[in-house]
């Protein structure tokens, strides 16, 4: 039996862009050490989800995880809050939620509350609390953004959104859209309403005031959805798995299934990280866990900046620690690199373009494929989904059971 | 409409050899008449089941005859009987079995029996026997590996092993996992227990005993299956089919589905099989059936033997035996060529490497593949799954139906 290593670029699938004639990213960069694992293994093109399909971060590494989303997806909420550092653990309902702005009748004349994030990490602080048992967390995100967790023991997300989703309209009370949503809907709006006494008296919305900003005295709820309480890792694939990443919903994911789960000194999850050290924690895993997947933000970062050149240069910089990298793991290691979705610059968000896979492993079949960019991959044998990824790894590990005699 | 030939060489994928230069036994083979049926026709990679499945011969013949195992597969028990070429039946319940050596008090001291075959022939025919309107069949296979297959009505396979699949634990009484058990699990304990008097007293085990070697008293069971009652081939696809292959598991599926089955003089299932008067066979039969399967299974044997040189010099062969065939058949008649999953001599046992196929048929598109082997074959059309290829030769034969208006 072998060990397997995941390499996961984020968002590495890439359009033509006219700033580097036309070539995408990967196409554009000196990539010596990606072209040669492809052309020492196997190389083709996978389809995040399905084809056509516009993948998330979350939905694309749980089916690279061998986890079909279609059977253990459970909506942003949970994802969300953990990309935004919360933990989430199996049970917990989680939401996307706003820093909103009401007048003294409730209603909502500002869902973004001037889009700023003025003292928001200071009344994300203040909301997390206790109320009957279950405990309330809070955390800002980008601009008017943050999360909401809720844990305890029976606790279910068959409940409406107080989010009005319109301004001119009062927030709404959370109603149960079935029995079983009950108590979190009467936990919630209780919950609610000592969170909008404590945001109109807090010091940061005095501040903002002050500043002429609008207040931040309401959070404004959405999209609920409870944790799936999925199957261990180790036990659904008899494999010790470790997940390396620097941005907290890669490594959410990791632990929800129970693996280990490490962000490295450096690994920052932008495009200044340090790419070399990620990998060779990552190597140094790969002695002790039989899966490690490393994720690699920087390529999606890029991308959603629209920033070709830096998607390039990116790209360079993680294939010289992709050398370096291989002359500290086990010859018989086996190695896959791939995306977890397409990031085009052209259109600085996900696409549901295909990406290159490549997988290597001493002894393995080779094929055609002799580059490692979006246009050359398909000269190899693979055409698959992101599902499909597990399988094969798993295969040419020595770690498949026979399906049938 | 045209009537369509699958041939399907057991095994024939592979992995690079470094006793042929780093070539697939197929690569290294002289194989004109398998270039020219790719060239005339269409080509590409197909993966058993799915990509990365390590299928077996049953799951996989079972998909190539367009009948997905994820649906009708019920346990390798009723195939590996069928293996062991005792006749399995729908509604038969059948597990795989060791013969066993236990002591005085019941308790396992050798699961299989010293790894002995000596005797075994005579010990499984004296076990055929009919209990309370059950009827029970036995039959060695190689070593101290036996089936037990049992038919009455009302049969069920929802009981546990008898096998404690440990030395030093007791022979297991078998008992039901759910109510509809309680029968099948009541007549096998009696059944075993007349089993072990037999066994006890057999002149077989006494000249075991003379020999020294350990006594095979104990009929050991584990994996019950029942044979599933399938959908008759011709009902399923509106065609008269035909199964042409020398091992007894294949005709048993074909025997299953209603199929004609025919294992043609000099047809073994061994590298010295005549390729030739199989595939004559077959191409005779095309006249009378409209869809014929053959199964070669020397390519596997080579594979498991870890024989490359033996693989090529079969695939050479049986090369030869194709260009005498199609000389031999109807000019319409539809053509398709693929493994039923790959056995890399490296690995001498099943992988889930996709294998090379092939489709030819008059009038029909061609594509760029030029020779049929694991390496090239990429460089045609397809990339699918062996649920695929059913529908694909209907399509071809002017045998689908259209879907839609």
Known sequence: MKNIMLIVLDGLGDRPNQILSGKTALQAAFRPNLNHLIREGQGGLMT????????????????????????????????????????????????????????NNGVVTDRRAGRSAE????????????????????????????????????LSDKITDSDPHET??????????????????????????AARKILMDHEA?????????????????????????????????????AVVAGIPMITGIGGLLGMHTLKPRGSTGTLDSDFTSKLLAAADLTKKYDYVLVNVKATDVAGHDGDAIAKRDAIERIDRAIGEMMENVDQDLVIAVTGD??????????????????????????????????????AGMWRIRSIDVMNIVKEMADRSEKYGA
Chains 1, 2 share one sequence.
């Open 48 to 103: 995040p989800i399905a084809p056509g399909i516009r993948a998330g971060s979350d939905t694309s590494h749980l089916s690279l995880l061998g986890y079909d989303p279609e059977k253990f997806y459970s909506g942003r909420g949970p994802f969300e809050a953990m990309g935004l550092g919360l933990e989430v653990r199996p049970g917990d309902v989680a939401f996307r939620a706003n820093f909103g702005t009401t007048d």
């Open 119 to 154: 003292g928001t990490s200071l009344l994300a602080k203040s909301l997390n609390m206790e109320i009957d048992g279950v405990r309330f967390f809070v955390r800002e995100g980008v601009e008017h953004r943050a999360a909401l967790v809720m844990r305890s023991q029976g």
């Open 168 to 193: 001119g309209k009062p927030v709404k009370r959370v109603m149960p859209v079935s029995p079983e949503g009950e108590f979190t809907a009467d936990v919630l709006n209780r919950y609610l309403d």
């Open 205 to 241: 919305n005095k501040n903002r005031r002050k500043s002429g900003k609008p207040v931040a005295n309401e959070l404004l709820l959405r999209g609920p959805g409870k944790a799936p309480d999925l199957m261990d890792f180790s036990e659904m694939h008899g494999m010790k798995g």
């Open 341 to 378: 979705h397409a990031t085009p610059c052209s259109l600085k968000d996900h696409s549901g373009d295909p990406v290159p896979v490549l997988f290597r492993s001493r002894g393995a079949l080779t094929d055609r494929s002799q580059f490692f960019d979006e246009f050359s991959a398909s």
